[in-house]
């Protein structure tokens, strides 16, 4: 059911699923796979591939990934893929995103702790935001430290920084935002 060559886990979820279509009928267009850490990073190795099984992939914090072939499977614009993170999820998108600039044309960060890019390669575009009362990681010891590396290592131009009045999360408005960003290239002004 499942193609690809995987492991004992994934031979376990093969053998559910046709169980699963033997003695239930099953609508396709409603098959999702999801998944946290790890089993988000499952979600993503085996729904992209196989897409004629699974109509809805969820991840969230995808912690290692098996990379299938996604355009023989979907239609990409390789000049317009991006990756995006929350808190850790920012600062792996970062640290991920920089020295793969030639694959993600566009990286956003809300509320990173750190990055650690061995080198920035292409010209990727970077969303940052960050709440100026973040308890969790501090808008001081973070996104301001990070602040002054990336204006050095981006063209000018190509980083959007967005400060908000609140916590360690992504108001509704900022996500909007960062995706009115990534889907036209410039984002509206936003008040605090």
């Not at 390669?121 to 973040?134: E, I, N, Q, R």
């Amino acid at each position: 059911m499942i193609r690809g060559s995987f492991g004992p886990d994934v031979a376990h979820i093969n053998s559910s699923l046709q169980y699963v279509f033997e003695h239930y009928s099953v609508d396709p267009s409603r098959l999702g796979l999801a998944g946290f850490s790890d089993g988000a990073s499952y979600a993503l190795s085996l729904g992209l591939p196989n897409g004629d099984l699974f109509s809805h992939i969820i991840c969230f914090s995808p912690g290692f990934m098996r990379p299938p072939c996604v355009s023989h499977c979907y239609s990409v614009d390789p000049s317009h893929l991006g990756i995006a993170g929350f808190s850790d999820g920012a600062s792996y998108a970062l640290s991920l995103g920089l020295p793969n600039g030639d694959l993600f044309s566009h990286i956003i960060a809300f509320s990173p702790g750190f990055m650690r890019p061995p080198c920035v390669a292409g010209s990727p575009k970077v969303y940052l935001s960050h709440g100026v009362h973040d308890e969790v990681l501090p808008i001081d010891r973070c996104s301001r430290r990070l602040l002054p590396s990336l204006k050095q290592m981006l063209p000018q131009g190509e980083l959007h920084y967005l400060e908000f009045n609140g916590p360690h999360a992504v108001p509704a408005g900022i996500s909007q935002e960062a995706l009115l960003w990534f889907t036209n290239g410039q984002a509206p002004v936003t008040p605090n």
